[in-house]
Structure formats: C-alpha cells, structure tokens
Nanobody, 120 residues
C-alpha cells in the first residue's frame, strides 16, 4: 500500500471547473478517482495507468472530466461545468499492481477524501 494525499476540494460555483490533485508516496500501477455523493454509494469517475498513460472514464462524466498524470507521482482530475449534483466527497485511490479498473475493490490504497460542494 501507499499513502495518498488529495488537495483541491472546497466550494465551487455551478458552471465552474474543478481541479483535484493526488500525490502518492510510492510506486503504483494505476490510480483513480471516486466520489460519494450524499445518500449514494461511492462511484467510480476515472482512472489512469502510470506505465502507458491509458485512461478509463465512467459514462456519467465522460466528456466532462479529464484525468492526467505528471512525472512527480501526482494525478489530477479536471471536471468542467460543475453542478450541485456533483457535490460530494472525492477520493483518490491507487492500485500497487493491476490494470485500469472501475471497481473500488480493485484498489488497495485510498486517500482520506476531499469535500467538494457546488453551490447554485
């Protein structure tokens, strides 16, 4: 397992964009973003592979979200046109060994989550 540190949450106005960052303490095979909205189960948003840079998106955010990585063990989630329905806790997750996945059970390390609130 690795340590994950998220940043970038907070209050966002409807229509604005969101940028979240997550830095890992060690080597991972892939990393992803999930969120848990009030009253709902945690859901997958996007994932990225460190080796090839391949990406995977949930249908619910495809076209509105982008996941990226840099050379410093940090990944980013960019989401555009935020709505109050995007309010929730956003989690970064990592697989130390594996392939791109959308199921949370495939990830063995999790960040503590960062609250994102979208006001109308």
């Amino acid at each position: 397992q690795v340590q994950l540190e998220e940043s970038g949450g907070g209050l966002v106005q409807a229509g604005d964009s969101l940028r979240l960052s997550c830095t890992t303490s060690g080597r991972t095979a892939a990393m992803g973003w999930f969120r848990q909205r009030p009253g709902l189960e945690r859901e997958f948003l996007a994932a990225i592979s460190w080796r090839g840079g391949g990406t995977l998106y949930a249908d619910s955010v495809k076209g509105r979200a982008r996941i990226a990585r840099d050379s410093t063990k940090t990944i980013y989630l960019l989401m555009h046109n935020m709505t109050p329905g995007d309010t929730g806790v956003y989690y970064c997750a990592a697989q130390t060994d594996g392939v791109l996945a959308s199921r949370d059970v495939e990830y063995d390390s999790w960040g503590q989550g960062t609250q994102v609130t979208v006001s109308s």
